[in-house]
Antibody, heavy 112, light 112 residues
Framework: EVQLVESGGGLVQPGRSLKLSCAAS????????MAWVRQAPTKGLEWVAS????????YYRDSVKGRFTISRDNAKSTLYLQMDSLRSEDTATYYC?????WGQGVMVTVSS | DVVLTQTPVAQPVTLGDQASISCRSSQSLVHSNGNTYLEWYLQKPGQSPQLLIY???NRFSGVPDRFIGSGSGSDFTLKISRVEPEDLGVYYCFQATHDPYTFGAGTKLELK
């Protein structure tokens, strides 16, 4: 059974950092392109960042470029999202996804 | 960025009815490799999104055949024949042809 389990969310002050993790199981993680998608409260889905299966290429939406870093550890079947210089508009539920499967999401709240 | 325009915003239905959702793209979604990476997701209340359709018309594993995706170029449609209670929620189209990948704003399928 495919499982994606996110962790690392919480309440953080503007300007601070947070690192999300996504532990994958039930499939060959190193074969798949992975991504983070977020959803602000009562809003739609927003593609945040993605990474190729080897980790050699990464992509970011403009609003997070230079602040967020996506990475992966294929030996640990884990995806990461390092979020720096957080803003209130980054408040959202963050999903780890391989598109055909999604995690349950982790809430990030940026507020003073 | 590619803009996906979904209509209608909300689709009131009676159980057993057919529903139809349109997704129009601001540019062609035909990739240079010849594939069209247009997908449909359903997000049920309180749940993570789930993949229904990939590459315009291919049903994901376990998706009932009452879900039918069609279209080409920049104009796509998701039809749901004989709506059942478990079909209610918000439907999103999504394109993975052009970077950055983007979602439509969503269409809420709800009971009349």
């Amino acid at each position: 059974e495919v499982q994606l389990v996110e962790s690392g969310g919480g309440l953080v002050q503007p300007g601070r950092s947070l690192k999300l993790s996504c532990a994958a199981s039930g499939f060959t993680f190193s074969n798949y392109y992975m991504a983070w998608v977020r959803q602000a409260p009562t809003k739609g889905l927003e593609w945040v960042a993605s990474i190729t299966n080897s980790g050699g290429s990464t992509y970011y939406r403009d609003s997070v470029k230079g602040r967020f870093t996506i990475s992966r550890d294929n030996a640990k079947s884990t995806l990461y999202l390092q979020m720096d210089s957080l803003r209130s508009e980054d408040t959202a539920t963050y999903y780890c996804t391989v598109r055909s499967y999604w995690g349950q999401g982790v809430m990030v709240t940026v507020s003073s | 960025d590619v803009v996906l325009t979904q209509t209608p915003v909300a689709q009131p239905v009676t159980l057993g009815d057919q529903a139809s959702i349109s997704c129009r793209s601001s540019q062609s979604l035909v990739h240079s490799n010849g594939n069209t990476y247009l997908e449909w997701y359903l997000q049920k209340p309180g749940q993570s999104p789930q993949l229904l359709i990939y590459k315009v018309s291919n049903r994901f594993s376990g998706v009932p055949d009452r879900f039918i995706g069609s279209g080409s170029g920049s104009d796509f449609t998701l039809k749901i024949s004989r709506v059942e209670p478990e079909d209610l929620g918000v439907y999103y189209c999504f394109q993975a042809t052009h970077d950055p990948y983007t979602f439509g704003a969503g269409t809420k399928l709800e009971l009349k």
